[in-house]
């Protein structure tokens, strides 16, 4: 990937929160597409083939598509850059002996866009919103459990008081869900903030077409070293994956997310056309089954359903090799992801012997029952969330799994009747994405403290896995700051949730975006959402 020098300066100052990585469209490593100047002036269309928000404020609710969006006009206390801390919003911090107060030292030549200084006081404001009941923060508020007090000790100085050390919460303070708002901007009514947040980055909110697109403006004041070359980006939605691929070819479109597997691979033989593949941090793409109701509270009919999915033939045929299979809860962007590959075997005999030594018999047609009932498991799925390929790998695993005996019910919804469906626990095996820097994301899915819902309605541990030894382990990981011991307990904690028979690992959480090749500069966040402060294009 090339990195010019305008950009490497950039990631040296911390300019923006795009630290990590740089993307820019290539055929590969070391090959340029083009002009290697930048331009000023033209606006970028990006057309989203995700669910359009509901809200463009990520402290609420708190998904990916949000994040998408916020990236563009939304700034964090700290960036990462191969996985360490960077400085961005803040210029330094310090944690106490104890590792129950953390100290940041703020920028003091900031300002948000509607002319609000950036300061302690607006940090703290920050911080009480995501954490603020009426919120309905989920993300967010999962991310700064710990902190239990926020204190503005002077006009550029923030004093966090924890109620645990947290060796994860300066990981948490580079994700948009927790990024910095105009607390001007906070003090409206949700609905209000909703349609045009308030923050620091490159662009601004300058208006929004529900069910069409959001418009994005160049902010002019921007602090950053590098001022941003677009004059603004236009934000698409577009659900139809083929509508959006053709949008795209024809020029109409500059880039666009969700691309299918036949797209990648047409794409990688255009030289008009690149793919910036970024996978995401935090958990793989898994099914989670539901020890705390139905069937699945039988540990035996867990591992009897584990057994007897078949997931590598279809995964092959239908991503065409564009997604890799995973045998770890963490994707494999997260350094310290435990793979434990014999545990997901196939075996079509293992699982049926499970379940006849289960009492389960097969009944006359194929489904076995025990006690009048039928071996049923109910698996919701998100349209909005699930590309077409996976919903056909659901399909691919619930053939196999009938042809040992289970009766799995796929269940299309949309993402507001899939959320309610997992909020009234009506599910047995669910596919939940979750995107979070670093291994704490093991805390918020498998602690046994996430089965209770955030203010949002949501919770995190949809496998509804209750187990002291692994909540010690994570609550050891997330009090160490010594690496090598870090790097332990969440080896010892992923065994140990594996080892319980709750998540089949499927392959890693997708991230393929298609851009022309005209555009430079795209840039991806510790979350791996494209940046497009230092982006242009060749007109």
């Known amino acids: 990937m090339i990195l010019d020098s305008v950009q490497k300066t950039l990631t040296a100052v911390a300019g923006a929160s795009a630290v990590l990585l740089v993307l820019a469209a290539c ?29 463009l404020d990520p402290h609420v609710g708190g998904n990916y598509p949000q994040a998408l969006l916020a990236t563009q006009y939304i700034e964090e206390l700290v960036g990462l850059e191969d996985g360490n801390p960077t400085p961005e919003l803040a210029t330094k911090w310090s944690t106490s002996d104890d590792g129950k107060t953390l100290t940041f030292t703020l920028r003091d030549d900031v300002s948000f866009t509607d002319g609000t200084p950036f300061d302690a006081a607006a940090v703290v404001a920050n911080i009480e919103h995501v954490q603020d009941p009426a919120t309905a923060s989920s993300t967010g508020y999962l991310a700064l459990q710990s902190i239990t007090k926020a204190t503005a000790t002077d006009e550029h100085t923030v004093t966090l008081t924890l109620s645990r050390p947290d060796s994860a919460l300066l990981e948490s303070f580079s994700q948009p869900w927790v990024g910095m708002e105009s607390p001007k901007a906070l003090e409206r009514k949700q609905a209000t903030n909703c349609e045009s947040p308030v923050g620091t980055g490159p662009f601004e909110v300058t208006g929004w077409k529900h069910g069409d697109r959001v418009t994005l403006t160049k902010n002019t004041d921007y602090w950053g070293a ?37 797209q990648l691979k047409a794409a990688s033989a ?25 069937v699945f509270r039988d540990e035996a009919v867990r591992q ?25 809860v963490l994707s494999s962007a997260e350094p310290l992801a435990y793979s434990e590959k014999s545990r997901f075997d196939y075996s079509p005999t293992k699982a049926k012997q499970l379940l006849d030594d289960a009492g389960w018999k097969v009944g006359s047609d194929g489904i076995r029952e025990k006690d009048g009932q039928q071996l049923t498991v109910t698996f919701p799925v998100s349209t909005n969330q699930s590309v077409p390929a996976e919903r056909s790998l659901f ?12 009766k799995v019910v796929l269940d299309e919804l949309d993402l507001s009747s899939w959320y309610a469906a997992l ?41 509804q896995l209750d187990d002291p030894a692994v909540d010690r382990l994570l609550e050891q990981a997330a009090r160490t700051s010594d690496a090598d011991d870090r790097a332990d307990l969440y080896e010892q904690a992923q065994k140990a949730i594996l080892a319980r028979d ?37 007109r």
């Open 27 to 55: 055929s590969g490593p070391g090959t340029s597409t083009g002009s290697s100047t930048p331009v000023a002036g033209g606006t970028l269309t990006y057309a989203s083939g995700d669910a359009e928000p509901t809200c």
């Open 423 to 463: 909020a009234a626990n009506e599910y047995d095996v669910v596919s939940a994405p979750y995107t979070k820097v670093g291994p704490d994301v093991l805390r918020i899915l498998y602690d046994s403290a996430s089965i209770e819902p955030a203010p949002s309605g949501y919770f995190a541990n949809l496998a």
């Open 502 to 538: 709750t998540v089949l690992p499927l392959y890693d959480q997708q991230n393929h975006f298609l851009v022309r090749s005209a555009v430079h500069g795209i840039r991806t966040t510790p979350v791996s959402t494209p940046w497009f402060g230092t982006a242009w294009i060749d």
């Open 304 to 328: 009897a359903f584990i057994a007897g999915a078949e997931i590598d033939p279809g995964l092959q045929s239908l991503f065409l090799g564009t997604a890799k299979r995973s045998y770890s």
């Open 270 to 294: 255009k030289g008009a056309i690149r793919d910036l593949d970024a996978p995401r941090p935090g958990a793989s793409n898994r099914l989670e089954l539901n020890s705390g109701h139905g």
């Open 226 to 262: 590098t001022k941003p070359r677009l004059s603004g980006i236009t934000w698409r939605f577009l659900p139809d994956s083929t509508s959006r691929y053709a949008a795209l070819q024809s020029g109409q479109v500059d880039v666009i997310d969700n691309a299918q597997p036949d």
């Open 395 to 406: 399909q691919q695993i619930q053939a196999s799994e009938k042809a040992v005996g289970f």
